[in-house]
């Protein structure tokens, strides 16, 4: 595995004045864009699985006000080429690469990292393998221990079919800043492995030195009031709510929304990320 990382534009040592500028990280075979604007605290947002930075572009917005934000895009999503693997390991290697890049830009200060839904996941794995790597966490709708995995046996049709139509739909997004590349079973069989992922990720959090804020939909998988989604929102809450229970020290807020609260409450997220988290480390609403 190699990481080369090139200067595009502007001047790659100098921080903190608001200019845009962009560089290319070289990793493993794929090309990652990575834009730098803003002033402030270092941070760096790392997409989810199907989202991209143009997506997250609102936010992205918000935090540059008060931030030195650093964002890319995850092999096969957006502007980063394509890879011919698609696996949690390979996207933590893509997060790790940028993170050396925010390292060797400066400033010498560790960036709160951000994380949506997947990326959430991977700031949990990148901050427990690295101590000292990162001011702190913010997660958003990722990264949650439930007790119980999403993609069972009897759901994989319904997943199937969901991804099979969105895959479909991709193809509008062909060539634009939107596009994900990975075929609907490749997303199955992430949302699988992300399930297992889950199943050991308490002992991730048990090994992270840095605070740890979680911003979390009360309806995850959406609020129909009965059948499958009360079953996925119901283990989505308990979730959050044992690890706040054995990890009093990880602080939770609740959005009324579903798992798209990143696109549709921008305002209120910029909001809780820049919000010093709560020393009770109790979920706050």
């Known amino acids: 595995m190699t990481t080369d990382i090139h200067a595009m534009s502007g001047d790659p040592t100098t921080s903190g004045d608001g200019a845009t500028r962009h560089f290319t990280v070289h990793h493993d075979g794929v090309t990652i864009p990575v834009t730098r604007a803003g002033r402030g605290r270092p941070l760096v947002l790392c ?20 931030h030195d934000v650093l964002t890319f895009d995850l092999r096969g999503h957006g502007r980063t080429s394509a890879a011919g693997t698609y696996s949690f390991e390979a996207f933590a ?12 830009l ?27 790597a990162v001011a702190g966490l913010v997660l958003i709708d990722g990264a949650n221990p439930v007790p119980e995995p999403f993609v069972t046996e009897a759901d ?21 800043a939107r596009q994900v590349s990975l075929t609907a079973q490749d997303i199955l069989d992430l949302n699988i492995e992300i399930d297992g992922v889950r199943a050991g990720i ?17 309806s995850m998988a959406g609020a129909d009031g009965g059948g499958p989604a009360a079953r996925f929102n119901r283990n989505w809450r308990a979730g959050v709510e044992r690890l706040v229970r ?13 798992h798209g609260l990143v696109f549709t409450h921008a305002p209120r997220i910029a909001e809780l990320v820049r919000r010093p988290r709560d020393p009770a480390g109790q979920p706050a609403c």
């Open 47 to 66: 997409p989810g699985l199907c989202s991209t930075q143009a997506d997250l572009h609102e936010l992205i917005e918000l935090l540059r006000r008060d």
């Open 93 to 104: 290697g893509d997060l790790a690469a940028v993170l050396a890049e925010a390292r060797r």
């Open 106 to 132: 400066g400033p010498p200060s560790a960036p709160v990292l951000v994380g949506y839904s997947l990326g959430a996941d991977l700031a949990v794995h990148h901050a427990s393998e690295h101590p000292g």
């Open 156 to 176: 994989l049709p319904a997943f199937r079919a969901m991804w099979e139509e969105a895959a479909a739909a991709q193809e509008a997004l062909r060539g634009t």
């Open 202 to 218: 308490l002992d991730r959090y048990r090994r992270i030195d840095c605070p740890i804020s979680m911003i979390m939909s009360t």
């Open 246 to 258: 054995e990890l009093p020290r990880v602080s939770a807020s609740w959005l009324d929304a579903d």
